[in-house]
């Protein structure tokens, strides 16, 4: 960046001076191919980047993130999108915290996916179920079919769940506090086929799948398939400061 200051005086005669500087981002990432960190700190920036996130409607903050700072908290018919370039690969993976609340029953939490419910295209991390359980659910596409986990039931209690879905190129893991939970089905193998569409945060679908509006934290996305030991990492690290 250059910095130009221009002073004139008195008789109208001035004189001008550049500065160059830059900006270094203050995030480090954690792992080789994050592509994407937002961590809510009462903005929408990413911190990769340091672009902001658009905002639909009117999802605000909430006190009592994960790191006793702020967090995402949703709202009827609000979402972000954020353009994420990179995710053309044969692996990927995305973590978070979130709180897990139970109206509207069914909700979108975070995906990559293109209009018109074409599930062989990007990624879908969902939830659904009732009042008192809520399951995960984690859908790849990758061009030529689909696949899955179910990922694990969750109380909805309150309290955060630490949540990473990862594509290894054949199949689906899904974590829960760092524990492997649910078992892929299918056997569609490929890159994650993304044709250009924006990474969106608490999406809705046609499929009686609506808006998030429960709390989300601390937002990762990676063009690799981490592993059980790096999402152990991941999820200490964002532990630090919250005890």
């Known amino acids: ?96 915290w979130v709180k897990i609340n139970a109206s509207p029953d069914r909700s979108g939490i975070l995906n990559v996916s293109p209009a018109g419910e074409n599930r062989t295209k990007g990624f879908r991390l969902f939830r659904e179920g009732n009042v008192s359980l809520q399951r995960i659910k984690l859908n790849v596409g990758t061009g030529s079919g689909e696949t899955w986990n179910d990922g694990a039931e969750l109380q909805v209690n309150g309290e955060w769940v630490h949540l990473a ?24 193998a490929g890159n994650i086929v993304n044709n250009g569409s924006p990474l969106t945060m608490a999406f809705k679908t046609a499929t009686n799948i609506d808006y998030f509006n429960g709390k989300m934290d601390e937002v990762g996305v990676f063009n690799q398939a981490l592993t059980a030991a790096q999402i152990q990492a991941y999820l200490g690290t964002s532990l630090v400061g919250s005890e």
């Open 1 to 96: 960046h250059t910095l130009t200051i221009k002073a004139t005086d008195m008789e109208g005669k001035s004189s001008t001076a550049n500065v160059a500087f830059s900006k270094v981002s203050p995030y480090t990432k954690l792992f080789d191919g994050e592509v994407f960190y937002m961590p809510f700190d009462g903005d929408l920036m990413e911190m990769i980047s340091f672009q902001f996130a658009n905002k639909v409607g009117t999802p605000s903050f909430s006190d009592g993130g994960i790191l006793d700072s702020k967090a995402y908290l949703g709202a009827a018919g609000g979402y972000l999108t954020f353009p994420l370039e990179g995710l053309n690969n044969p692996e990927f993976s995305a973590a978070m």
């Open 165 to 188: 879905g990862v594509y290894t190129g054949s199949k689906v893991n899904m974590y829960v506090n760092g524990v492997l939970k649910g078992t892929s089905t299918g056997t569609i």
